[in-house]
């Protein structure tokens, strides 16, 4: 009865969606899931994204801006009833990139390069152009795969799943479309959303030679420094091609009255204060890059100096995971409470912290320390896997079993989450699921040492 039903419902879905109108090209195409699921999508994958790229950049005023910039671009836009959302994640990489629904970012590595505002409002509408003719909700159907669409249609359509289950859903789907995004567009795809980030930036009344000086600073960074956009161009057309196409596509537009603005001046005003934060940046970059080869005392030095120019969050918690390899694990928990009380919002210093805490045996505030990171950024399978060995240690284990069970809907392949469940287990006195548990630890992870206590454990079990 249940697959009758997958199928009606997949049926339903393609009588009214299959027939969608696609609003750039105005053609019909095959478009299974609709506009209030695709901006769910990418609200769900929202909070990823921030995690993938070190957060949201926090300026309010420089927010403000970028946000006003992408608004005036959007609403010219061939979807311009869908909300959009502009925001600066906290990445030197130079990359741009949008979630289905309008979700758009930008990295303050590109908003340092960028020379004026018809330039960042190419960029943002090229990222608008992707949101407008559905580039990424295409992928997602074509890589979601046939069950998956059917148990995403089954809960759009009322189906009374279980939050466990039904989060491994949401986290599956918002892994698709952080995907999509990540290993970015065909070439078509490019070309398309540069002539529309063109046409949409030229109907915001800017100078519509912001592509082509966007390509053009593109092309000669990837000259000079290769790896600071190495992922934009991953699978980009050739720069020279865009800019080509760039050009031809102005050349078509009818010619605008008033004359379209450049507006650097205001951009420069706007980005100020972020020029002055890069140096500091640069200094925490070069820290992290020593730190990952073992050159712990250069990498102090560099975090130090960034936080001369600045005292920004990341190099306190740079210096923190320092202390931590080192076991000085107090001097680490004031760099990661330093951290914190630059920015609140920081989940890999309060998951860092929680872990100081669980060495030094202070398990009621490593709880704490994990809940707060879970709470800030829910898919965080670490996070919850942690909360769930400190709670085993308070031998507090239903829990225990609880968080340990988010923490494998969430990655299923978690050995530490299924190793602390067996130990719950076995602590309850279940013996077949805690010998089921150690199982799975071992089958994720045969060869590493942090399943050595599965191992272990199984082996005495089943003596």
């Given at each position: ?60 005023k ?57 330039q ?55 892994s ?10 065909g ?11 063109t ?24 000259e ?44 420069k ?21 020593l730190?990952?080869k ?99 240690s ?70």
């Amino acid at each position: 009865m249940r697959i009758i039903k997958y199928i009606a419902i997949l049926s339903l879905a393609f009588i009214i969606y299959g027939c969608s109108i696609n609003p750039v090209t105005g053609k019909k195409e095959l478009m299974i899931f609709s506009d209030e699921q695709e901006i769910n999508f990418g609200k769900e994958a929202d909070p990823d994204i921030q995690w993938e790229f070190g957060g949201v950049y926090d300026d309010s005023k420089l927010s403000a801006y970028i946000n006003s910039v992408g608004q005036k671009t959007a609403s010219v836009s061939d979807r311009n009833k869908i909300p959009y959302h502009f925001q600066i994640v906290d990445s030197s990489q130079v990359n741009a990139f949008a979630l289905p629904g309008g979700y758009v970012y930008i990295t303050r590595g590109l908003l340092v390069r960028l020379d004026n505002e018809a330039q960042l409002s190419a960029v943002l509408g090229h990222e608008i152009g992707h949101v407008n003719a559905r580039h990424s909700m295409k992928r997602m159907q074509s890589t979601l795969g046939f069950n998956m669409l059917l148990a995403l249609l089954d809960q759009a359509a009322g189906g009374s799943k279980g939050y466990q289950e039904w989060r491994g859903l949401i986290k599956t789907g918002s892994s698709v479309a952080f995907a999509a995004v990540s290993l970015g567009y065909g070439r078509d795809n490019e070309f398309e959303a540069d002539a529309l980030g063109t046409k949409y930036a030229d109907k915001a009344g800017y100078d519509p030679q912001g592509m082509v000086q966007l390509l053009e600073l593109l092309k000669s960074l990837s000259e000079r420094e290769p790896s600071s956009i190495e992922e934009f161009f991953m699978s980009h057309p050739k720069t020279s091609d865009r800019i080509k196409n760039a050009n031809g596509d102005i050349a078509k537009l009818p010619p605008q009255n008033p004359v379209g603005v450049i507006k650097q001046t205001e951009y420069k005003s706007n980005i100020n204060d972020l020029l002055a934060v890069q140096k500091a940046y640069d200094h925490y970059d070069k820290a992290e890059e020593l730190r990952s080869k073992g050159d712990d005392n250069q990498a102090l030095s560099e975090y130090n100096q960034a936080l001369k120019i600045r005292n920004l969050a990341k190099p306190h918690y740079g210096i923190g995971r320092i202390y931590s390899a080192q076991k000085k694990y107090d001097q680490a928990i004031n760099e990661y409470k330093s951290a914190i009380r630059i920015d609140s919002g920081s989940v890999s210093a309060y998951n860092s912290m929680g872990i100081a805490y669980m060495n030094l045996k202070q398990y009621n505030d490593a709880v704490t320390a994990f809940k707060k990171a879970a709470s800030l950024y829910e898919n965080y399978g670490d996070a919850w896997a942690n909360l769930g060995e400190a709670d085993y240690s308070l031998k507090q284990y239903p829990d225990a079993l609880k968080v340990l069970e988010m923490a494998l809907t969430l990655n299923g392949k978690h050995p530490r989450a299924y190793t602390t469940l067996g130990l719950t287990y076995e602590a309850t006195g279940d013996k077949q699921k805690a010998i089921e548990a150690y199982e799975q630890a071992v089958n994720v992870a045969p060869k590493e040492s942090y399943t050595d206590t599965a191992r272990q454990r199984l082996a005495e079990l089943k003596k």
